[in-house]
């Protein structure tokens, strides 16, 4: 399986971050400051965003 990055929008601005699809750290929205990822083991979970596209 290979690692991606992900154009993800933030549920509570809309604004757009690239992430890491195997981010070992919490990363927050650089425009409001809300939780997007949280690390889970190998995987980051999306908790507040929702992926827009997926990139290679």
């Known amino acids: 399986m290979t ?3 992900f154009k993800v929008s933030c549920r509570d601005c809309s604004a757009e971050s690239i992430i ?14 809300s939780t997007l990822t949280n690390p889970a083991g190998g995987k980051a979970q999306l908790v507040g965003c929702d992926v827009v596209e997926a990139l290679e």
Request: aromatic share 12%.
């Open 3 to 5: 690692s991606l990055f």
């Open 20 to 33: 890491f699809s195997k981010a070992t750290t919490t990363i927050i929205c650089t425009v409001c400051g």
